[in-house]
């Protein structure tokens, strides 16, 4: 795969992405930073340039992704608002096309489905809790699937149980079928991501990750 050297982030300010924006930065990346108020942010690091503005809008994502190697998402779902996947992934590909970026690595939750998937009954019952407690977000999620899966992109999406907020760094376990552990790291998550970047192994796929 090609040199990385500026990575557009998605959701850089949550429960995951604050950890991958930093491990990022430990490791010298430039990141161009989406966040609909830049003005309430405070970081201070000549490596990152915010861009303001919102998923949702394509504008927004085209001028994130200008300049940029590859795309790391952590988006979650806005309190109260419509479900903003599979609209911001239509973005996000459309951007990708126009300033020929190839390589894009999404996280999702357990509830996702693939073809390769034998979820075991504790994964299926958290898919079938989700479905039934957030019908439209998760509808949406599989629909954010499909569009990355009959794609032309180098895309990952990383699949996910339990976030911990922790800079504890250890060994992981990773399944394309069922998901192997309730929880992960966020550091983990993001050194994951960060690997994911530039190798080939996740290509088109859609592992699932967990602390060992």
Same mark, same amino acid.
């Given at each position: 795969? /090609?040199?990385? $050297?500026? &990575?557009?982030?998605?959701?850089?300010?949550?429960?995951?992405?604050?950890?991958?924006?930093?491990?990022? +930065?430990?490791?010298?990346?430039?990141?161009?930073?989406?966040?609909?108020? #830049?003005?309430?942010?405070?970081? =201070?690091?000549?490596?990152?340039? &915010?861009? /303001?503005?919102?998923?949702?809008?394509?504008?927004?994502? $085209?001028?994130?992704?200008?300049?940029?190697?590859?795309?790391?998402?952590?988006?979650?779902?806005?309190?109260?608002? #419509?479900?903003?996947?599979?609209?911001?992934?239509?973005? !996000?590909? /459309?951007?990708?096309?126009?300033?020929?970026?190839?390589?894009?690595?999404?996280?999702?939750? +357990?509830?996702?489905?693939? #073809?390769?998937?034998?979820?075991?009954?504790?994964?299926?019952?958290?898919?079938? @809790?989700?479905?039934?407690?957030?019908?439209?977000?998760?509808?949406?999620?599989?629909?954010?699937?499909?569009?990355?899966?009959?794609?032309?992109?180098? @895309?990952?999406?990383?699949? +996910?149980?339990?976030?911990?907020?922790?800079? =504890?760094?250890?060994?992981?376990?990773?399944?394309?079928?069922?998901?192997?552990?309730?929880? !992960?790291?966020?550091?983990?998550?993001?050194?994951?991501?960060?690997?994911?970047?530039?190798?080939?192994?996740?290509?088109?796929?859609?592992?699932?990750?967990?602390? /060992?």
């Amino acid at each position: 795969m /090609k040199s990385i $050297h500026t &990575v557009a982030v998605i959701g850089g300010t949550g429960k995951a992405g604050k950890y991958l924006v930093k491990q990022l +930065l430990l490791q010298n990346f430039r990141i161009k930073l989406l966040h609909r108020k #830049p003005e309430t942010l405070t970081f =201070d690091n000549p490596l990152i340039r &915010v861009i /303001k503005g919102d998923a949702r809008h394509y504008n927004a994502i $085209h001028t994130l992704l200008n300049g940029c190697d590859a795309i790391l998402s952590c988006l979650s779902q806005p309190v109260g608002e #419509p479900s903003i996947f599979s609209d911001a992934t239509r973005n !996000i590909l /459309k951007a990708m096309a126009a300033h020929q970026i190839s390589r894009y690595i999404t996280t999702a939750g +357990l509830n996702v489905d693939t #073809p390769a998937d034998k979820k075991s009954a504790q994964t299926q019952f958290g898919t079938n @809790w989700m479905y039934e407690n957030f019908p439209a977000t998760t509808k949406d999620r599989q629909v954010e699937y499909q569009l990355l899966a009959d794609s032309n992109i180098n @895309w990952t999406m990383v699949r +996910l149980p339990l976030i911990g907020q922790t800079d =504890d760094i250890g060994e992981i376990t990773v399944s394309l079928i069922d998901c192997p552990g309730s929880t !992960i790291s966020a550091t983990n998550l993001a050194l994951f991501m960060i690997k994911a970047m530039t190798d080939n192994e996740f290509v088109k796929q859609a592992p699932f990750i967990a602390d /060992k």
